[in-house]
T-cell receptor, first 110, second 115 residues
Framework: SQQGEEDPQALSIQEGENATMNCSYK?????LQWYRQNSGRGLVHLIL?????REKHSGRLRVTLDTSKKSSSLLITASRAADTASYFC??????????FGSGTRLQVQP | DAGVIQSPRHEVTEMGQEVTLRCKPI?????LFWYRQTMMRGLELLIYFNNNVPIDDSGMPEDRFSAKMPNASFSTLKIQPSEPRDSAVYFCASSFGATGANVLTFGAGSRLTVL
């Protein structure tokens, strides 16, 4: 079963705009990770946020985590056409390997 | 490092045939994972190994699927006999650490089509 569910399923924006994707999960976690998948490729790790952290930044990426609401968001600022990809959250519950959500397909129009 | 290497990249086979997918993890990584990705079910964990030992195979769909890791640098996922519903992209990933939930490095995937 899916531990994480991303919202929206698909997002289309113009270059330069910000993109926000949300992830909700069901059980307590040790950490939450975000991955990107370009079409026809494997997933690439973007950022990890631990359960005791509320916000983390990496370049144009900003991740927040609200453990009380069991949710996380990924913000990509000043998006570029090269950001077009699917984005997945993955949760570490400490009980098994990472469980991935269903993903958000992001399309950035040049 | 060349990253996680999977072969073949694409495989088309007929129902009932045996399929073997191969993976070479990143040197020094001690955990290896097999995931399957489909439109309907998303990305599902099939099995993962730590120090060449299977730790969690609860995601293996049925007895037709088997996975081995004879040494730290090689793993196989075998489907025998294959069925059309096995059509998917199979990903191998590796990581370093003592648990199954560290940062993963994925291979490019093996796209399997069973006719």
């Amino acid at each position: 079963s899916q531990q994480g569910e991303e919202d929206p399923q698909a997002l289309s924006i113009q270059e330069g705009e910000n993109a926000t994707m949300n992830c909700s999960y069901k059980t307590s976690i040790n950490n939450l990770q975000w991955y990107r998948q370009n079409s026809g490729r494997g997933l690439v790790h973007l950022i990890l946020i631990r359960s005791n952290e509320r916000e983390k930044h990496s370049g144009r990426l900003r991740v927040t985590l609200d453990t009380s609401k069991k949710s996380s968001s990924l913000l990509i600022t000043a998006s570029r056409a090269a950001d077009t990809a699917s984005y997945f959250c993955a949760t570490d519950t400490g009980r098994r390997a990472l469980t991935f959500g269903s993903g958000t397909r992001l399309q950035v129009q040049p | 490092d060349a990253g996680v290497i999977q072969s073949p990249r694409h495989e088309v086979t007929e129902m009932g045939q045996e399929v073997t997918l191969r993976c070479k993890p990143i040197s020094g990584h001690n955990s290896l994972f097999w995931y399957r990705q489909t439109m309907m079910r998303g990305l599902e964990l099939l099995i993962y190994f730590n120090n060449n030992v299977p730790i969690d195979d609860s995601g293996m769909p049925e007895d037709r699927f088997s996975a081995k890791m004879p040494n730290a640098s090689f793993s196989t996922l075998k489907i025998q006999p294959s069925e059309p519903r096995d059509s998917a992209v199979y990903f191998c990933a590796s990581s370093f650490g003592a648990t199954g939930a560290n940062v993963l490095t994925f291979g490019a995937g093996s796209r399997l089509t069973v006719l």
